[in-house]
């Protein structure tokens, strides 16, 4: 077979019952990988900034925590609503902490936690409480918005889908 | 030969039928979702909708609640139980509040505990431009508990599912 041929056969290949029977292992093998392994998330929303930018492209590992639990400072998805909907945010406290905003500092365990990733002013004020057993605390990085308006808080450690991808 | 394509063909009459009356014969699990999309139906505002289709919409909303609905919004505290008239006068008092809306559902998971009793989890997704032009887009996940009252899938109990709590 020539090289133009092969060309050819590369991008227009004979419809013949093995090509179209790969074709579809591929198809399937791709929708159970991204559907099961690797979950295309489309962030919406500033709540993340500026580690995470509204409307960008992520994938959600869901195996990351196979074999270790979440623990501070990661980063995951958060189941919100049905199987299409998840929220992106930072785990500050783990089970049985007390967790405050004080001024806008966050306090766990009655100590202020440092926090690199947070790059824009809080002025957050929130009574300290204790996260429950099997729970775990959740906000997201960018602390700007008013107290009302983000998502955050304690949530089931059930509901974590996974980690982004980068 | 004869015997044997006779009972080829009958068996797949018999298979048809009962492929037919799967899909034809209207399952509970369908009734309760068809409950569902009424409601969806009757929420769902158009731009420029007529006072008469408003509050026709408004009465059609409380024939599907039964004659006591319990509402828990536990991120506003709020815990109430509702007619179905209360249902309709806050459907129509709420729906005048937009220009436009569309209340969607998504991935409804019904389960029957208990004959004549339907539990259902799912994602509602409120779109709509209030009369002041804000753009509204929320989603919460929602759980339902619907009674089988005189033939009909009557809504009970709603419940805005609290996935953070603050």
């Known amino acids: ?166 | 030969m004869v015997r044997i394509k006779t009972i080829l063909i009958a068996v797949l009459v018999v298979i048809l039928g009962i492929l037919a009356a799967t899909y034809l014969l209207e399952s509970e699990e369908k009734k309760v979702k068809k409950q569902f999309d009424l409601l969806s139906k009757w929420v769902s505002k158009d731009l420029g909708e007529s006072p008469i289709t408003m509050a026709s919409k408004a009465k059609n909303i409380g024939t599907l609640f039964a004659e006591s609905c319990e509402l828990k919004v536990p991120v506003d505290s709020t815990s109430a139980t509702y007619t179905p008239a209360e249902v309709s006068g806050y459907a129509l008092h709420g729906r005048l509040q937009f220009s436009e809306m569309s209340l969607k559902f998504y991935d409804l998971t019904v389960e029957f505990p208990e004959k004549g009793t339907a539990q259902v989890v799912l994602t509602a997704n409120l779109k709509g431009r209030s009369m002041n032009g804000e753009l509204i887009d929320e989603t919460r996940e929602v759980q339902s508990v619907l009674n089988k009252i005189d033939q009909k899938w009557l809504f009970s109990a709603f419940e805005v599912v609290e996935v953070l709590e603050k």
């Open chain 1, 1 to 166: 077979m020539g090289s133009e041929s092969k060309i050819r056969q590369f991008f227009f290949p004979s419809l013949t019952p093995r090509f179209l029977i790969r074709v579809s292992f591929v198809a399937l093998g791709a929708y159970l990988f991204f559907s099961n392994v690797l979950i295309p998330i489309h962030i919406k929303g500033t709540s993340m900034e500026p580690t995470y930018h509204d409307g960008t492209f992520n994938f959600c590992s869901r195996f990351s925590y196979l074999f270790s639990k979440p623990k501070r400072s990661d980063v995951v998805t958060v189941r919100f609503a049905g199987n299409k909907v998840m929220l992106l945010k930072r785990i500050v406290a783990l089970e049985g902490e007390q967790v405050e905003f004080r001024d806008g500092k966050l306090m766990v365990e009655g100590k202020e936690l440092e926090e690199p990733y947070v790059r824009l002013p809080c002025h957050w004020n929130l009574p300290s409480r204790q996260v429950d057993q099997g729970c775990v605390y959740v906000v997201g990085d960018n602390r700007s918005l008013p107290m009302e308006t983000h998502h955050f808080g304690q949530t089931s450690v059930k509901r974590i889908v996974g980690v982004p991808l980068w």
